[in-house]
């Protein structure tokens, strides 16, 4: 089976550009999780969908945004990007319905805001 | 709300030789999966082993197991015959119910030929 993917892998942007990641979960799975990595702040969940619907958020502001499609592929949106939105940011996959479900991780996309 | 503790920031293991990476959360409900992941310089996340607060026996996969002693609420990673592709980052994560994956700060393991 194919694993998580993410596209693109390097992004650069500057200030107040916006900006769209992917993430295509391994097939068959509907949960889609999306994380922020950073040196200061470590790993922290951004929001997770499963069936097209949000079903958890963490604590970002509304400049971040995502959604799910009817193929459990998954968008996330960046608004007014701000320096510190410079991040890796991970998607993960699971199947869903269990509540100690295995989260399985992508590549990262890796964001640069200048 | 649950929390992970990893109190070990890097650590160095000779080549050949056993290592364990500790990790201590906290939570009060009684139903929770416990999770290792292994992130290397190129910045995936690998999962590497998974033990449910339920079951019975530690948690082992390959050279990998889980040393899990639920009354000190703590399970550690045991690495056996650590190679230099061990070098990476390690971090310890809780999931809770309906709950995301919290993460610890991470342990940096570095193998030394």
């Known amino acids: 089976k194919a694993g998580v993917t993410q596209t693109p892998r390097y992004l650069i942007k500057t200030r107040g550009q916006q900006v769209t990641l992917s993430c295509s979960p391994i097939?068959?799975?509907?949960?889609v999780s999306w994380y922020q990595q950073t040196p200061g702040q470590g790993l922290q969940f951004l929001f997770e969908?499963?069936?097209?619907?949000?079903?958890n958020k963490g604590n970002f502001p509304g400049r971040f945004s995502g959604r799910q499609f009817s193929n459990s592929r998954s968008e996330m949106n960046v608004s007014t990007l701000e320096l510190g939105d410079s991040a890796l940011y991970l998607c993960?996959?699971?199947?869903?319905?269990?509540?100690?479900?295995?989260?399985?991780f992508g590549p990262g996309t890796r964001l640069t805001v200048l | 709300a649950q929390k992970i503790t990893q109190t070990q920031p890097g650590m160095f293991v000779q080549e050949k030789e056993a290592v364990t990476l500790d990790c201590t959360y906290d939570?009060?409900?009684?139903?929770?999966?416990l999770f290792w992941y292994k992130q290397p310089s190129s910045g995936e996340m690998i999962f590497l082993i998974y033990?449910?607060?339920?079951?019975?026996q530690n948690a082992t996969e390959g050279r990998y197991s889980l040393n899990f002693q639920k009354a000190r609420k703590s399970a550690n990673l045991v690495i056996s015959a650590s190679q230099l592709g061990d070098s990476a980052m390690y971090f310890c994560?809780?999931?809770?119910?309906?709950?995301?994956?919290?993460f610890g700060k991470g342990t940096r393991l570095s193998v030394i030929a």
């Open positions: 097939s068959g799975h509907r949960s």
């Open positions: 939570t009060s409900d009684p139903s929770y999966g």
């Open positions: 994560a809780t999931y809770l119910g309906n709950t995301p994956l919290v």
């Open positions: 993960a996959s699971s199947p869903g319905g269990s509540s100690v479900d295995t989260q399985y």
């Open positions: 969908y499963f069936s097209e619907t949000q079903r």
């Open positions: 033990q449910g607060s339920y079951d019975q």
